[in-house]
Nanobody, 112 residues
Framework: VQLQASGGGLVQAGGSLRLSCAAS????????MAWYRQAPGKQRELVAL???????RYADSVKGRFTISRDNAKNMVYLQMNSLKSEDTAVYYC???????WGQGTQVTVSS
């Protein structure tokens, strides 16, 4: 299953974006899906994950601001990002958890 992230862009601090992840096949059998991000000069980090049982986890840095969701019927995973900060600037990727092959990410730039 290939995963394609989209929905990134340039937004002012305090603004919102909704990222979408489209899968080329069914994600129903993928227990955990996740969003990751990689800022310039930093390692890729896990931002949020959601599993088929409804378990959701967030990185401490995004708790209360980001919401992950999945729609198995549409083979989509979403990341609603609110109250964005400059430190959220990164390339965002969706992938299974633990991660598999990486697809193309989407750039999120937050201006202060």
């Amino acid at each position: 299953v290939q995963l394609q992230a989209s929905g990134g862009g340039l937004v002012q601090a305090g603004g919102s974006l909704r990222l979408s992840c489209a899968a080329s096949g069914s994600i129903s059998s993928i227990y955990s899906m996740a969003w990751y991000r990689q800022a310039p000069g930093k390692q890729r980090e896990l931002v949020a994950l959601i599993n088929s049982g409804g378990l959701i986890r967030y990185a401490d840095s995004v708790k209360g601001r980001f919401t992950i969701s999945r729609d198995n019927a549409k083979n989509m995973v979403y990341l609603q990002m609110n109250s964005l900060k400059s430190e959220d600037t990164a390339v965002y990727y969706c992938n299974r958890f633990p991660s598999g092959l990486w697809g193309q990410g989407t750039q999120v730039t937050v201006s202060s």
